[in-house]
């Protein structure tokens, strides 16, 4: 693989640097974090979005903070328990955040005689494990997803789900990356994604990088293009999947499926398994982050609805199992009924 750009989240000595994600594409800054606060903060601001990419920013977070809890061992497991609810707690959606909480924790669960110096290195080695296996786990996602982008296919994609929204590569962008080394006359729609922007800021601006065609269109022009005959496949991401396939993705992603089903066009979901919450029968128990309504109400900052015009801001929708052809994971391309092959999937 080679490497685009600087990665959205690496260690920089004793710091965690993070790709500042609300400025690209004009600047790119790197924010350098040594406190977990900082990176929760971070996570907060969207400085580092996309649901596997803030899964790693968590990891990376409770490392900083393990180094930085003193004290003697008991109080440092009852500290090191505190802050991994708070990590946890940065967003809602996202299950590959609470994925790799847990992932960390358990260090400290299943070693009750550990000293503090040992929790160190144990929760460093699994942090940095959390970040390299992402980027492996992308690699097959698109080695998997490839096989099912027709030759030469317009690819309708929605958000971010690329290098910068996980480790590197990308999920659904990884599928992209992978079906255009094998095929060059792949090409891509990237949809705007209203309000935040991160299909025309981020999505077009990395696979411009990676010298894939793109064509940014705005979202309300998809159902038309769709309906011209001009998009052959939609692949998107996901932020949690319920253990029936029901898909949280950003918002907008259901709109897409429910026009992909009527232009009779596969959509897929790209996603590694720590996306699946395998607790969650069906996506209605899915949580929706709700962000500020000031993200509808004004474009660049500036105010283009009238004064006190009330808005809603959800950050998230769910599509219904029913509109998706298959999901994309790092094990091959499940497929309905989405229960059974998940299960599957995640061994149980
Ligand atoms: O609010 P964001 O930018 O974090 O939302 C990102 C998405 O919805 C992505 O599609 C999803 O996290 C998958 S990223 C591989």
């Known amino acids: 693989m080679t490497q685009q750009w600087m990665p959205p989240i690496y260690r920089d000595g004793d710091a965690v640097a993070i790709l500042d994600q609300r400025i690209l594409p004009h600047h790119e800054k790197v924010i350098l974090c ?33 180094e930085k809890i003193e004290g003697g061992v008991e109080d440092f497991r009852r500290r090191f328990s505190r802050l991994c609810q708070k990590v946890k707690e940065a967003r ?8 790799a909480v847990e992932r960390i924790y358990s260090v400290v669960v299943e070693n009750p005689k550990a000293g503090i110096a040992e929790l160190r290195d144990m929760i460093r080695t699994r942090a940095d494990a959390i970040l390299a296996e992402d980027v492996e786990t992308n690699l097959q996602i698109g080695k998997w997803g490839r ?25 659904a962008v990884g599928v992209i990356r992978a079906a255009h080394e094998k095929d060059p006359s792949v090409q891509v729609y990237s949809c705007e994604t209203r309000p935040f922007l991160q299909g025309a800021r981020l999505t077009s601006f990395e696979l411009m990088r990676a010298g894939i065609p793109v064509t940014l269109i705005t979202d309300n022009a998809a159902g038309s293009l769709m309906s ?46 720590s996306t699946i919450d395998i607790a969650l029968p069906d996506g209605s128990g899915i949580p929706i982050e709700q962000r500020d309504p000031a993200e509808v109400t004004h474009f660049n900052g500036k105010k283009v609805a009238p004064e006190g015009v ?3 801001n959800p950050a998230f929708d769910v599509t219904p199992n029913k509109y998706i052809t298959g999901i994309i994971t790092e094990v091959g391309v499940l497929k309905r009924p989405y229960g059974k092959a998940i299960r599957k999937a995640l061994g149980v």
């Open 92 to 99: 809602p959606t996202g299950a590959n955040l609470s994925w």
């Open 228 to 273: 011209q005959g001009k998009i052959d496949v939609a692949v998107v991401g996901a932020d949690r999947i319920a253990a029936n396939g029901d898909t949280a993705n950003k918002i907008g992603t259901y709109m897409m499926a429910v026009l992909a089903r009527t232009h009779d066009i596969p959509f897929y979901v790209a996603a590694p398994r």
């Open 34 to 66: 040594t406190t977990p606060e900082q990176v929760i903060r971070a996570i907060k601001t969207m400085a580092i979005r996309g649901a596997p990419a803030v899964g790693v920013a968590g990891a990376l977070a409770l490392s900083l903070g393990a």
């Open 147 to 171: 096989e099912v982008i027709p030759r030469g296919a317009r690819v309708l994609t929605y958000c971010n789900a690329g290098a910068l929204a996980t480790a590197d590569y990308g999920t």
């Open 310 to 312: 009330p808005a809603v």
